[in-house]
């Protein structure tokens, strides 16, 4: 049995970071990789990087076809096996960096297998058994599979298998799930091509922003061509149709070549041997862990995904961060929190959200003052038609108004989640907000709506007497 400081198992976004920080550190660390073709995990193989890349080939072909208004004509639908290759390509590039190789030439030790619990101290991979003071689970996660009669009659797609099996651009496709998968990818598939119908349960897509910020986004959809049917489900399934029935009962039937499914994913747990590791599931199948990601067993710990709570890349970068922390300083240990969370939803326009939601700050009785911000008179989003935007900004509810801290932010926009990353160092500093109205942006980028909002909220509090010692100041002085 060969004995190590920390064992990692999965190289996803969350192993890849644990098993880098152990190895800076110059400890001995060993990562274990079922696959040796998904390093990198969901976000280099399924996610954030090919579905980024499919983004930016179908926001072309959309301003190819809009260009028409000035004279050019454009037409015609995407070829999807030079889109996977183009897709397949980047990734390359990115694994490449990433993959056993790169690591053991940094001098990590890699093992390519299945790894379960032998018991609470020892990990077997095929006939070898490895035990470590620390071993971290960052097993990642799946698509949840749909169970609709008739899903075998017809193509299925996940996130997991569209980058590499859509060869042919689909008619007609029901993209089941109004979250940022199903919002992402069908305003793609439309763009490259298809009749995108998007089916979601709840009563608006994206059900985690502001209603105002889901109506936008759906009124951008619906003129784009992509249908969107809320309190609605899928029922049935053909070959070449869909049967839709809606939250009133009524039915309808649609055309349907493929179907895409986005409606959650599920962490991975399977094969693992957990219970031999004494490492206990909740209800709902998830690997029970505290505040410090620990799990029933003492010297196990669980990351990223697999932790079952905020599923993003980012997200196991700041688990990584604290678990690491805790792990080097267990004293005044920091608990997980989502106080500092923040997720852009890479729709054109994006949709970009830091902080606790309106609805969080409710629930735990956290005051504040939300200014809410329209972009229809913004210069830079007259010039480039996106007045539909929309900006709103918690902030702390008490205390001189120029000295008031930014809590949470919300931005619907093109390079929403670009634009706002200032607001949310603010946030992560501190700064207060007369700080941030008080600078000189150059003119006209699209940050300045950031100030706009700020400026707004300050301005409420020129009552008549500040007018009145305005007046007077400026008389008197001059």
């Known amino acids: ?19 880098g920080m152990a190895n800076s550190m110059g400890l001995d660390t060993l990562l274990i990789e079922r696959n040796e073709h998904h390093f990198g995990g969901d976000c280099t193989n399924f996610g954030c990087v090919p579905s980024k890349a499919l983004i930016h080939i179908s926001s072309q072909f959309h301003a190819a076809k809009n260009i028409s208004r000035f004279g050019v004509t454009c037409s015609g639908k995407a070829d999807m096996k030079k889109v996977l290759s183009y897709i397949h390509e980047k990734q390359d590039i990115i694994r490449g960096t990433e993959d056993a190789a790169a690591l053991r030439s940094h001098g990590m030790d890699v093992v390519i297998g299945e790894a379960k619990f032998k018991d609470k101290n020892t990990i077997q991979v095929g006939e070898d058994l490895y035990t470590a003071k620390v071993i971290l689970l960052c097993t990642g996660s799946k698509p949840r599979k749909a169970k609709i009669p008739g899903i075998e009659n017809t193509t299925v797609y996940t996130n997991e298998n569209i980058f590499f099996d859509c060869t042919e651009l689909p008619d007609h496709l029901v993209v089941i799930g109004g979250g940022a998968i199903g919002c992402e990818l069908g305003q793609c598939m439309s763009r490259l091509g298809s009749k995108v119908t998007l089916i979601n349960r709840g009563e608006r897509i994206l059900k985690n922003e502001p209603p105002s910020v889901s109506k936008i986004l759906e009124g951008v959809f619906e003129e784009e061509g992509i249908t969107v049917l809320n309190n609605s489900e899928v ?35 399977e094969s693992l041997g957990l219970e031999a590791g004494g490492i206990e599931l909740t209800k709902r199948g998830k690997i029970k862990n505290d505040p410090y990601f620990k799990t029933t067993n003492p010297k196990v710990y669980v990351i990223g995904d697999a932790a079952g709570t905020y599923m993003f890349s980012h997200g196991a970068e700041k688990m990584v961060k604290m678990l690491w922390r805790n792990l080097l300083i267990p004293f005044f240990k920091k608990k997980d929190h989502q106080k500092d969370l923040s997720w852009v939803t890479f729709t054109e326009p994006q949709v970009a959200h830091f902080g606790l939601t309106e609805q969080q700050m409710n629930d735990q009785n956290i005051r504040y003052y939300r200014q809410d911000q329209s972009l229809d008179h913004d210069d830079r989003a007259i010039i480039q038609e996106y007045t539909y935007g929309q900006q709103k900004l918690w902030m702390e509810g008490r205390g001189k108004r120029s000295k008031r801290k930014i809590l949470s932010g919300s931005l619907i926009a093109p390079n929403a989640g670009e634009m706002m990353q200032e607001l949310e160092l603010a946030k992560h500093a501190g700064i207060p907000i007369g700080k941030v109205n008080s600078r000189v942006y150059p003119y006209p980028v699209q940050s300045r709506i950031n100030q706009k909002t700020t400026r707004g909220f300050l301005h409420a509090t020129y009552s008549d007497f500040h007018q009145k010692m305005r007046r007077f100041a400026f008389r008197l002085f001059n």
């Open 1 to 19: 049995m060969k004995k190590y400081d920390v064992i990692v198992i999965g190289a996803g976004s969350a192993g890849l970071g644990n098993s």
């Open 235 to 269: 029922k049935n399934l053909t070959a070449t149709t869909a049967t839709i029935e809606n939250k009133d009962g009524t039915k309808q039937e649609i055309p349907c070549n493929a179907i895409l499914v986005a409606i959650g994913r599920v962490v991975n747990t």
